[in-house]
Each structure stands twice: as C-alpha cells, then as structure tokens.
C-alpha cells in the first residue's frame, strides 16, 4: 500500500471504490464460463451427455443385451422402444445409455486416473530435477506423443481383445502427457516470487507444492485434459468398431454403428443415433476445451 | 548442428532397442500360445511339445529375443502361421499399400489445410473464416470410422460412384484417403490460422506494410514464418496418422500394414502380429526423429 500525505481514509475510500469487488476464483470462473457461449454450449452438452451415462441403469427401459428377432428393426418412437430397435432387436436408447456409460468410462474414468499420476510424476521430475527429472522426462518423452490406437492394438495382441489395453493405453499415454505439462508448470512456477516468498515464511515442499504451485498449473492442465478425454473417447470407440475394444455383450458407441454399417440404406438409425451422439459428445468436448483455454489462460489463445 | 543430430539419433537408437524389447516381450505374454493356433486342438501334447521345441519356445525369452533380431538381420522374417505366407512378401506387398494410402493423406491434409488456413487468417473473424473454421471443428469432431460410413453412404450406396472398400486403383484410394486426411487437415487449418495470425502482428509484417507492399506480398513472407510450427508438428502427425491408418485400413481393407496387424491380432497370427508391430512402432520413433531434424533445420535457436 503506497503512503499518502493527505487524508489517508479518503484515499483509502477512492482506491476501494476503484477495486473491482473481489470475487472468489471458482465464481469468477463460474461467470466467465457463463459469458462464453461456445464454452457453455460445449459444456451444456457434455455434462447432458454425461448424465445420462452415469444414470443408464435408472434410465435404461430394457436390457441392454437382450434380443428379440421379432422386435428388430423397429424405427425410433415405436410403441415400447424410444430410439427403436436395431438388427436383432436390442433396444436401441438402452444401449446408448450404457455406451455413453462405456465411453465415459475409457474417456473421463481413466484420464482422472492419468492425471493423477501424470501430476505426481510431473511435479517429482520439475520439483527434484536432477537424476530424478533425467529419468522421468526421458520416460514421458519416449511415451508422449505415441499414437494411442497404435499401442492399444499391440496391447490387445498381447492380451487378447477387451477393453482392458485400451484402458491401459489411454492410462499411460494420457499420464504421460500430464506429466508433460505439469513439469513444464512446475519449472516455470518455482522461481516466481509468490512461490518464494512461500518458501521465505517457511512453508515446507509439500505446502508449497500443493498450494502454490499445483493451483497454478491446473489451468493448462484442465485445458489439455478436455482435449485428452475426446480423443480417449474416439480412439475407444474406433477400436471398438473394428471389433478390437468393447466386446459383446458390452455396448459402446462405436460397436453400436458398426452393428448398423450393413442397414444404412433402409434402417439407418441404428448407426446414426450412436453416430450423432458421438460427435456431439466429441464435438462438446472441445468447445469446452477452446472455451477454458480462453477463460483460464488468455496466453494460450493464439496455439 | 552435428551434436544435435548426433544426440536425437543416439536417443533415437534406445528407444528404438527399448521398444522392440517391450513388443517382442508383451506378445511372448499373450494368452494362448502360437501351437493353439497351427494345430487342430486334438494333436497329442508330445507333438505340440515339438513344435514349440521346433519354433524356439522353450528357450530363456532373451534368447529367442537375440535369435529373432539375428534372423531379422538375415532377412528371415518368418512366415504366417494361419496361411503360410512369408512374412516378407506381407511386407513387401502391404508396406506399398499403406505408403501409397499415408502419402496421398499426408500431402492432403497439407494442400488443403494450409491455404485454408491462411485464407482463413486473411479474413479473420468474417464470414469465410468462421466457416472454415466451423469446418474444422467438425473435421475433428467427427470420428474417422464415423466419416467413413458416411461417405459410404453417399459415394457408394447412394450415387454408386465408389466401391466401398477394396483395393487398388485410384477409385479405390479415394474415400480412405479423404477420410485418413480429414483430421490433419481440420488440426493444420487451425494451426496455420493461429500460426499466420501470431506473425500477422509482428513488427516487421507492420514494416512491409508500410513500404507499400501488396498485401499478397506480406502474406507470402508471412507465410515463411508461419510454416514452422507446422513443419514441427509434422513427426507427431505422422505419429497419429499410423495410428488412424489401421482404423482407416481396417474399414475400408485396404490391404496395407494396419490391416495386416489388426487382422492378425484379432486372429492371433503371432509371428506376423510381431513383425508389424515392429515395423509400426520403428516408423512412428523414425518420423519423430525426423521431425526433430526437421525441427532443427527450420529452427536454428533449437540446435543447442
């Protein structure tokens, strides 16, 4: 606070008046996040999305396995089946709930799960450096930017067809990447001032870890992670298509539109409708991800 | 230069060891061993005893590791064990295909997404680039395999103007092609946009405006800068076009490597499995060498 000769209390008035009222972070965001409309839109729609694949068993009207060749290839809106019925007569909508509930699973599931791990490998790597950093860089650059259907599809010869390797592949190569960015955040952050002046007053390594330097790099890092779990999500449902992935009776999005690739002409609902949920789950994704890379950090809006 | 070079080969060269250690070890794992699936499950364990014996199987694994690498040396690669075919041929046959499919992919998703791209940051924020740029987030939005049964749908089931999948010919190169491209093109389009917008504002943009250049003129020695981070990006591209190519291929059977490799992992063809694994994982590691070369060139402030 800068000394003043005169009146000291109006002074204090007319900066405070000046001061733009202080808002907490998370409202802050939350106001932001409401200006942007792309952000919203893409926001809006994953979160509908999301909902109803953590709701499918409350929302699914049949068994999703279940078949009746008598039933099959019922349009949308048929008495009974909201969505209709594809090829062998599994209703449709029950399927994509719990499709929806697969894709989250490999998309959001196992990202959360990678960017816990790529967060402790990144501050370890840029907060020890050293051998340390060495080691774990030299490791996240070798995984990093491997293509992830390339190591999902070798990982499936080694353990047979499943979900499981695209599980790990996703693991390991969104962890890496992770790892990457926070690293970066770390190295740039331990040198400010903030964080030293933390160090000053005598807060250990781990207090100023977690509340001065992670806080910091969660920007970049929720940006990247919208963007990781999109392609999580396409990479899931492409392996699934070619009948890599998901296995029956497990649904998955990608399952569900190779199931009607053969009926396009006539019945093509039964890829379209998994087809336009994926793209709009896709497509909401990375508005959102575009939408808080402009509202959390301005620096990367030109990459 | 010369350390730069030397470094990224050397680095190049272990991940290249590692990584064929990591393959070659992960599919030793694999359920169900190779004599499950040359011979009938009725033959007498005695034999199924030998013909482990006679592959090598019963050895420490980083025996059979070192004899495999001795044989790729000598060029003996093996052979299919579902149809006998030599793994060479496979090889030779398929890595033309797939060379074809990623080249005319590659050089695509460039001759479009790079004037689109420019024309977009041209006219910033009008019309024409908002369309451009709608384009492109639907081009990434849009799964590959999802985009190739529409353009089945259209080309082939509706107009009759393509056959949906097959090989050869340049009818047939079409649809996997366009498909394979769609993403680097929508990926290089933003790229370039934000790339040529970054330059546009740059001081010496500014002075060429100002000595009355034509406006084409200073977007040509924008344009010069503005190709770096693509040219950079390149390897990693790459990367992920090998990695769409056995989506794309499997879809469409077009017969080159990604095809061979799903199909042989979905039918638990070891050797050839294996083999294109190797070649996949070398190709990717090749291309983010040469993107770091590349990088160098382009880039002097990066050979350090």
Not at chain 2, 17 to 32: C, H, I, K, N
Not at chain 2, 46 to 75: H, K, M, S, V
Not at chain 2, 138 to 148: D, K, Q
Not at chain 2, 278 to 300: E, N, Q, R
Request: charged share 15%.
């Amino acid at each position: 606070m800068v000394r003043t000769t005169g009146s000291s209390e109006a002074t204090a008035g007319i900066i405070l008046s000046r001061m733009p009222e202080y808002q907490h972070p998370a409202a802050r965001f939350l106001r932001d996040l409401l200006r942007h409309r792309m952000a919203l839109a893409g926001a809006v729609v994953t979160l509908f999305l999301m909902m109803l694949g953590l709701l499918a068993p409350w929302l699914a009207t049949h068994d999703y396995a279940r078949q009746n060749l008598l039933e099959a290839f019922k349009p949308p809106l048929a008495p009974g089946y909201l969505l209709g019925t594809d090829q062998i007569g599994r209703d449709i909508w029950s399927r994509l709930v719990y499709g929806l509930r697969t894709s989250l699973l490999v998309g959001f599931g196992v990202t959360l799960i990678a960017l816990v791990a790529g967060t402790l490998i990144g501050t370890l790597a840029g907060y020890l450096g050293g051998w340390v950093d060495t080691v774990l860089s030299g490791a996240v650059e070798i995984v990093w930017g491997f293509p992830l259907i390339l190591l999902a599809v070798i990982l499936t010869g080694a353990m047979g067809p499943g979900l499981p390797p695209v599980v790990i592949a996703v693991g390991v190569i969104n962890s890496a990447g992770f790892a990457r960015i926070i690293r970066g955040e770390v190295l740039a952050l331990q040198y400010r001032e903030f964080v030293q002046a933390a160090r000053a007053v005598g807060a250990t390594d781990l207090i100023v870890i977690l509340r001065h330097i992670l806080p910091n790099a969660m920007a970049p890092t929720l940006v990247m992670g919208s963007y990781y779990v999109a392609l999580a999500i396409i990479a899931e449902a492409g392996l699934s298509f070619i009948g890599l992935g998901a296995q029956p009776p497990l649904p998955s999005l990608g399952t569900m539109i190779a199931d009607g690739r053969n009926y396009l002409l006539y019945d093509h609902w039964i890829s379209t409708i998994p087809g336009v949920t994926i793209v709009l789950l896709v497509l909401g994704l990375n508005l959102l991800g575009d939408g808080l890379r402009d509202i959390l950090d301005p620096r990367l809006r030109e990459r | 230069m010369i350390t730069y070079l030397a470094g990224r080969t050397a680095r190049t060269l272990v991940i290249l060891f590692l990584a064929s250690v990591a393959v070659f070890y992960s599919l030793r794992f694999a359920p169900g061993d190779p004599s499950g699936v040359a011979l009938s499950p009725l033959v007498l364990e005695e034999i199924r005893e030998a013909y482990r014996e006679r592959l090598g199987l019963n050895r420490p694994i980083y025996l059979q590791y070192l004899t495999y690498l001795g044989n790729l040396a000598q060029g003996n690669l093996g052979q299919s064990l579902i149809n006998g075919k030599p793994i060479a041929e496979l090889f030779v046959e398929h890595g033309r295909n797939s060379l074809i499919l990623g080249i005319t992919a590659l050089l695509l998703s460039y001759a479009v997404g790079i004037p689109a791209g420019i024309l977009a940051a041209a006219y910033r924020n009008r019309p024409l680039d908002q369309a451009i740029m709608g384009l492109g987030a639907l081009g990434m939005g849009i799964p590959n395999f999802w985009l190739a049964l529409l353009l089945v749908y259209l080309f082939s089931a509706t107009l009759k103007w393509l056959p949906s999948a097959g090989c050869c010919g340049p009818k047939y190169l079409i649809m996997p092609a366009l498909v394979l491209a769609a993403e680097g093109t929508a990926v290089t389009m933003r790229m370039m946009r934000s790339s040529m917008l970054e330059q546009i504002n740059q001081d010496f943009v500014r002075t060429h405006r100002a000595y009355g250049l034509p406006e084409w003129k200073v977007l040509l020695f924008t344009l010069r800068n503005a190709l770096i981070p693509i040219i950079s990006l390149t390897g990693l591209r790459l990367g992920w076009l090998i990695g769409y190519t056995l989506i794309v291929e499997t879809i469409f059977n077009w017969p080159g490597v990604g095809y061979l490799l799903v199909e042989s992992v979905l039918r638990r063809d070891y050797p050839v499995a294996q083999f294109f694994s190797l070649v996949l994982v070398l190709a990717v590691v090749l291309s983010s060498w040469l993107a770091d070369i590349l990088y160098g060139v382009v880039d002097p402030r990066v050979r350090r």
